[in-house]
């Protein structure tokens, strides 16, 4: 059996993903709002990207019904998808249409 300890360091560290994430998110949005171009960023990454989290996302709730364990993971999923989709939209804004 883990030690409690573990398993709340291991939960800590998994919530600790989400805000890891987000401060390389960050210069990311802020200069797709300054440039207003995401032309040099690829918008078929980024769509590969959310089919990711959102397959990572599914797992994290099936194994949250199997084991009634892992809210952690789910939260830090969630919050990844909404960081991937807000970065998929500022792309769409920002892209140059070309005539």
Not at 16 to 37: D, E, V
Not at 64 to 91: D, E, H, K, M, Q
Request: charged share 10%.
């Amino acid at each position: 059996m883990v030690p409690d300890s573990v398993i709340i360091t291991a939960n800590v560290c998994q919530v600790a993903t989400t805000f890891i994430s987000l401060s390389a998110y960050l210069p990311q949005w802020i200069k797709l709002i300054q440039t207003k171009s995401s032309d040099d960023i690829s918008l078929r990454s980024w769509c590969i990207w959310f089919f990711s989290a959102s397959f990572a996302l599914f797992y994290a709730i099936v194994q949250y019904l199997l084991n009634n364990r892992g809210w952690p993971l789910i939260i830090s999923t969630i919050a990844s998808l909404c960081c991937i989709l807000f970065t998929v939209s500022l792309i769409v804004r920002f892209r140059t249409r070309k005539a």
